[in-house]
């Protein structure tokens, strides 16, 4: 059942339609500012935590967002009373650095500098893990009857055991000083990270170590100090976290993969036409205006119009879309699109920063440095979660050593392990790198989120409002039907129409010019014309030898000239298209009817599936028109939609979005047009159509490249996907934590059960955050199911 409302011409309060800006986003001010800022130095959660609310509470500072993953924060200050030096002085007495940061990165610059630190990375971790093997194999030899020198046998030479354990251990030690350079100060500073974990953990076996050594060298019970030794412990969980670092930071390089890939497509050179003739030129070298020549299977450098030439051109790198698109003379291209079989000259229009591939960067590297709000808990949590575990691992040491009755060396296990154990990073790696890894992934769909807000209440939408015009429908109106009469030929009859239409400059004399010129109609000459506004035109047409009088309007005008052939089953059958929301011409030749042509603006081909892929989701579906009731009705029917809002004027549109909400759904508003803007603005979750207007465009939280509606679906389904990954993510970064805490700290023990053994635990906490990152790349294989 179809329902149609009527506008809305008041509400309980009003809201201005010239401000964009949505409830749910603080708006700036005008002497606000707005700084990027890279942050060098983070090593997990708590880092980017203590910094937000360190630079967040300085006084002129309004917000601070930092993004762990991409490790770059964005603070919004007010320059009257704080300066960015000033912000970066208090970030670099939290023990960072700070700098400036361009709001377009160079992805083949940060692709090569994270090469490069993961080829260090892995150039110190053979030898530390070599080294810590070493002394893994020297300190439990004994423990799996493998025999050992006699200068090394820990029974009969305790000293040189103990010793030659401590001086293995120097290096590994000197190679893994990073976690001892980043974790002492921050403890001293008073905002211990994980790093400051490892190196407590690590500094206590090591001191304990190192005072059983020296007792060994004094004679006092050296076979039995000899087989108390944890310089293996310090080893090994070194070995390990630098292991689970090196996977992360792999992992991490792995997130950006798809706007390098996009990128990538855009070549190096280009050819330049000029007087000079043909030349390769850097694409950095062209300017506006430039002509270049495309040769087939050559990659398009920049943005602009064909001049010369037609090919088909793939754009499935911008749009999602694998059918190659047929461009002519007039045409605009797209750098990094592939021309497929023809030679083109263009004259470039943007370049550099303004290309359409440039845009898409920005946006998608501005939505990987926003947060969703499921991040919040974890944010929270990340801030103590570090001097928790420290007082946990104390009382949980101090416990078993005093109530429970164990020796030292056994409290001291249950304090390493729990330290080593907790791992703060995988709380703040679970929502940034599946954000970024997803809003990658929809940019290779033609799907673009500008935030990660909105790719959180994209989840939860549950009403989706279509604007009709351009959005639902093709946007120009088309030929439909032609019904030529008895005795008369469909062919000769459009040809008559073009001819009468060629000198009109009503917008449906397109819709004819366009139906004749797609059927191959002759053009024929006009020896006179005239027209009647809001009736029809007449003209005389000259077709070889012959003339024809040619009258050309709506039913009124044939009645008031009295046109022949105006029968009751004519009228039967423009009454029906009326109805279906069709404007019906008549045609009349030589004061005679010949034949009804209807036009109207098309549905959009995928228009029914995507109704019905939304409806198969538990969306509603509404649609929002200008048009009147009869012609709304009609279209939603086509398209299988039950609820319309026809007549609204455009100042009326934000006000139904704000009807739709007060019902308690959460909307997103489709649409493409400039009086589209404030309900895109006002809606939960913007979406614009990337054929439309620039305005409409910035209005909007999620950008359609390819125009086609199948978007609509893969937005939604990205987004669920994403927040499903999310989920996951948090689930196994907490769930890790609250079980791995206790079982470190000895609770099963209490129960005759097992106790975990440090480097066990290190090595938990090392795979956890790798687990975290591996599961976000899994959405770089997502399929949409449209």
């Known amino acids: 059942m179809l329902t149609l409302e009527r506008p809305i011409d008041d509400l309980p309060w009003r809201f201005s339609t010239s401000n964009f800006t949505r409830k749910k986003v603080s708006p700036i001010t005008m002497t606000e500012q707005i700084y990027l800022a890279k942050i060098h130095g983070m090593h997990c959660a708590a880092c980017s935590t203590r910094i937000e609310k360190v630079v967040g509470n ?143 953990g690590t500094g206590a076996a090591f001191i304990y170590s190192t005072w059983n050594l020296v007792e ?101 790198m911008l749009t999602g879309e694998s059918m190659p698109v047929r461009k002519k003379l007039g045409d605009t291209l797209y750098g990094g699109t592939l021309n497929k079989n023809g030679a083109l000259t263009m004259v470039a229009g943007k370049v550099g920063r303004d290309t359409m591939l440039a845009r898409i960067v920005r946006l998608v590297q501005e939505a990987q440095g926003t947060k969703a709000p499921i991040a919040n808990l974890a944010d929270r949590i990340s801030l103590y979660f570090v001097p928790a575990v420290m007082v946990i691992a104390t009382l949980a040491g101090l416990a078993w050593f005093f109530i429970g009755g164990a020796d030292f060396t056994f409290s001291l296990r249950i304090f390493i392990a729990v330290l080593v154990i907790a791992c703060p990073c995988a709380m703040g790696l679970a929502t940034p790198t599946s954000i970024m890894v997803g809003t990658g992934r929809g940019a290779q769909l033609g799907v673009l989120v500008k935030t990660g807000e909105v790719l959180e209440l994209m989840e939860k939408v549950n009403c989706v409002v279509f604007d009709k015009t351009g959005t639902l429908t093709l946007g120009r109106p088309e030929v439909t039907e032609i019904l030529p009469l008895a005795g008369h030929d469909e062919q000769l009859l459009l040809s008559l129409a073009q001819a009468a239409e060629s000198r009109s400059e009503h917008p449906l004399a397109e819709a004819i010019l366009r139906a004749a010129e797609s059927k191959g109609c002759r053009v024929l000459p006009v020896q006179s014309f005239a027209a009647t506004p809001g009736r029809g035109i007449e003209a005389v047409v000259v077709n070889g030898a012959g003339k024809f009088a040619v009258l050309f309007g709506n039913r009124e005008y044939f009645r008031e000239k009295q046109i022949a052939g105006l029968t009751a089953k004519i009228d039967s059958d423009a009454d029906q298209r009326s109805e279906q929301g069709k404007t019906v011409l008549f045609l009349a030749v030589d004061g005679i009817l010949a034949a009804l042509i209807t036009i109207a603006d098309p549905l959009k081909p995928e228009a029914v599936d995507t109704v019905r892929q939304l409806k198969a989701m538990g969306i509603e579906v509404v649609m929002l028109t200008g048009d009147n009731s009869k012609t709304a009705q009609a279209v939603a029917l086509q398209a299988g939609i039950t609820r319309v809002v026809a007549g609204v004027l455009p100042d009326k549109k934000e006000q139904e979005i704000v009807r739709l909400q007060q019902e308690g759904k959460i909307v997103a508003m489709i649409g493409d047009g400039i009086n589209d803007a404030p309900a895109l603005a006002r809606a939960d979750v913007g979406i614009a159509m990337g054929t439309g207007i620039d305005v409409a465009i910035e209005s909007a939280d999620i950008v359609l490249m390819s125009g086609h509606l199948a978007g609509v679906c893969r937005a939604i389904g ?69």
């Open 718 to 786: 990205l987004s669920r996907a994403t927040l499903k990954n999310i989920r996951q993510n948090l689930f196994w970064a907490f769930a890790y934590n609250v079980v791995g805490i206790p079982v470190a700290a000895g609770v099963l023990a209490i129960f005759g059960g097992p106790t975990l053994n440090p480097m066990i635990g290190g090595a938990a906490m090392a795979l956890s955050s790798v687990s975290v990152v591996s599961n976000a790349l899994r959405l770089r294989w997502y399929k949409p199911e449209v």
């Open 58 to 200: 300085l006084e002129g500072v309004t917000s601070c967002s930092v993004n762990l993953a991409t490790e770059r924060a964005k603070i919004c200050y007010d320059p009257a009373s704080i300066t960015f030096p000033t912000i970066a002085l208090a970030i670099g007495d939290l023990g960072f650095e700070a700098e400036s940061a361009d709001d377009t990165p160079d992805f083949r610059q940060s692709a090569e500098e994270s090469a490069a630190r993961l080829m260090a990375m892995k150039q110190r971790l053979l030898p530390v893990f070599v080294l810590a093997l070493g002394i893994m194999g020297l300190s439990m030899a004994h423990m799996f009857g493998i025999p050992l020198p006699s200068f090394l046998d820990p029974m009969r030479a305790p000293f040189t055991h103990s010793l030659v354990q401590f001086l293995l251990l120097l290096p590994v030690l000197y190679l893994g000083r990073n976690f001892y350079t980043s974790g002492i100060p921050a403890l001293f500073r008073g905002g211990p990270n994980m790093d400051s974990l490892i190196a407590i």
């Open 216 to 316: 060994i060298g004094l004679g006092r019970d050296p076979v039995g100090r000899a087989h108390d030794l944890y310089f293996e412990s310090a080893a090994m969980l070194i070995a390990l976290v630098s292991l689970g670092k090196y996977l992360e930071a792999g992992s991490k390089a792995r997130t950006t993969d798809a706007i390098r890939q996009l990128l990538q497509l855009a070549p190096d050179t280009a050819t330049l036409v000029d007087d000079n003739g043909q030349r390769q030129v850097p694409v950095a070298d062209i300017r506006v205006d430039d002509h270049i020549l495309i040769r087939p299977g050559e990659r398009i450098a920049v943005d602009g119009i064909i001049l010369d030439g037609e090919s088909a051109v793939d754009e499935a």
